[in-house]
């Protein structure tokens, strides 16, 4: 079958990895893609919120599934523009509906849910410009530290974390009356601060069944030690040591299933991919957001342990017989490590040569923004993430020492990583 994926990520590029790997494909197309992706299909220079260029792929391509990567188009409707078409209504959609991803694209709309729901989660409350004054009072009956999110889509980077009161105030005044993340902070969400340690578990779900695949950690600060700004992520582990059978249980128990359950109750149709940001506090798991995609990079180090074909997974999802399936994972330990532009998150330079990549072994190396010179087809930094690189092993140790090895091959000018990923698990090996 040809299947259309959307996306341009190293999320996209372990997907793309994944499919190409199945009997059941017959041509991946990759909208935009990157030079990764271009390995494993054609990518095609659309934007992915372009819903009328999507259309005519999938017309004149024959497409028989359309895989969503990022939230954008999701959030942006683009699974309701397809059933709403006559001419394209019977190709499956893989993600959630407008309103379904609204978990999401809105923290205000996610909160709410978890409330309702009986989701365990930390206190909060919403304010928007005209609220500032109740805003800052709500922060003042909270102790330190404070965060702030932002409640539309900013690219990863709309949660402020701040230690004391006074920058407190002042961030949530530039995000509502300055607009810091323009219409995404038109409303924020202040919420009394969990003390733990993160995890990432994700979900396939058809609308009534799910399956659970491997849990992760990410990495989302740009410096060592988790410190400076925060980024789309600098590294992930695979699986998480702590988050043990005992723990897992509790996460289904208390929020998966509820999760699920709860969207049936508000006739809400989800089929796709959950992503539930958790918070171990003392053993018991905390929600703290909801996507509704894949993590990225937590891709890179989930997609490399799962031993079952993709392309039937999803189609199963599309077909709501994921009753039927079993997941199968692979024991080893996947450490991913990003190599990233100088200067990201903030300003950074773009077409920098790649080297090395082509020298990798025993890792799997997985773009993210990256373009091909159409001259020489040599790879090009094309972005802040430019790589991930992924490594499997029996213990984490070896997985991290097999990431770092290869990293030493690759080169562009700027290139900067995190040294201590998986630094914080150390008690764990």
């Given at each position: 079958m040809n299947i259309l994926l959307l996306g341009s990520g190293g999320r996209e590029h372990a997907l793309a990895w994944k499919l190409a790997q199945s009997p059941a494909l017959s041509h991946l197309f990759i909208v935009p893609g990157n030079a990764g992706t271009a390995l494993t299909g054609t990518n095609l220079?659309?934007?992915?919120?372009?819903?009328?260029?999507?259309?005519?792929?999938?017309?004149?391509?024959?497409?028989?599934?359309?895989?969503v990567g990022p939230e954008d188009p999701l959030v942006n409707g683009i699974h309701d523009f397809f059933l709403a078409d006559p001419e394209i209504h019977n190709v499956p959609v893989i993600g959630p509906r407008k309103k379904a991803a609204m978990l999401e694209g809105s923290k205000d709309f996610a909160k709410q849910f978890m409330i309702r729901h009986g989701i365990p989660t930390a206190r909060y409350r919403t304010f928007d410009p005209?609220?500032?004054?109740?805003?800052?009072?709500?922060?003042?009956?909270?102790?330190?530290?404070?965060?702030?999110?932002?409640?539309?889509?900013?690219?990863g980077k709309g949660v402020i974390i701040c230690q004391n009161l006074a920058d407190a105030v002042h961030e949530l005044s530039d995000m509502l009356v300055d607009a810091r993340f323009g219409k995404a902070s038109h409303k924020v969400v202040v919420e009394e601060f969990l003390k733990g340690i993160e995890l990432s578990v994700f979900i396939l779900t058809d609308g009534i069944n799910y399956k659970i695949l491997p849990e992760?950690?990410?990495?989302?600060?740009?410096?060592?030690?988790?410190?400076?700004?925060?980024?789309?992520?600098?590294?992930?582990?695979?699986?998480?040591?702590?988050?043990?059978?005992?723990?897992?249980?509790?996460?289904?128990?208390?929020?998966?299933?509820?999760?699920?359950?709860?969207?049936?109750?508000?006739?809400?149709?989800?089929?796709?991919f959950i992503f539930f940001g958790l918070m171990n506090v003392g053993g018991d798991p905390y929600l703290i957001e909801y996507n509704c995609r894949l993590g990225d990079p937590e891709t890179e180090s989930v997609i490399p342990r799962l031993k079952n074909d993709l392309v039937h997974l999803l189609l199963s999802t599309a077909r709501q017989h994921l009753d039927k399936e079993t997941i199968a994972v692979d024991p080893q330990y996947a450490a991913t490590v990003m190599l990233v532009s100088k200067g990201y998150p903030g300003f950074y330079e773009?077409?920098?040569?790649?080297?090395?990549?082509?020298?990798?072994?025993?890792?799997?190396?997985?773009?993210?923004?990256?373009?091909?010179?159409?001259?020489?087809?040599?790879?090009?930094?094309?972005?802040?993430?430019?790589?991930?690189?992924?490594?499997?092993?029996?213990?984490?140790?070896?997985?991290?020492?097999?990431?770092?090895?290869?990293?030493?091959k690759i080169e562009f000018e700027g290139k900067y990583f995190r040294r201590d990923i998986g630094f914080d698990l150390d008690q764990t090996f």
């Open positions: 220079n659309v934007s992915v919120n372009d819903f009328q260029a999507l259309k005519k792929i999938v017309l004149d391509r024959h497409i028989e599934m359309v895989i005209s609220t500032v004054e109740q805003g800052i009072a709500f922060l003042s009956s909270l102790d330190p530290p404070y965060v702030l999110k932002a409640d539309g889509l900013a690219a992760a950690k990410d990495y989302k600060r740009i410096g060592e030690g988790d410190t400076g700004l925060n980024t789309g992520g600098m590294g992930s582990i695979s699986p998480v040591p702590f988050a043990d059978k005992t723990f897992m249980d509790k996460v289904e128990s208390r929020i998966i299933r509820p999760t699920v359950e709860g969207l049936l109750a508000d006739n809400i149709d989800y089929r796709g773009k077409g920098k040569i790649i080297t090395g990549e082509k020298s990798i072994t025993g890792s799997f190396i997985f773009h993210a923004g990256t373009k091909m010179r159409p001259d020489t087809m040599q790879a090009l930094t094309n972005g802040g993430r430019v790589l991930a690189v992924t490594n499997l092993a029996d213990t984490l140790q070896e997985a991290l020492s097999g990431s770092y090895e290869n990293i030493k």
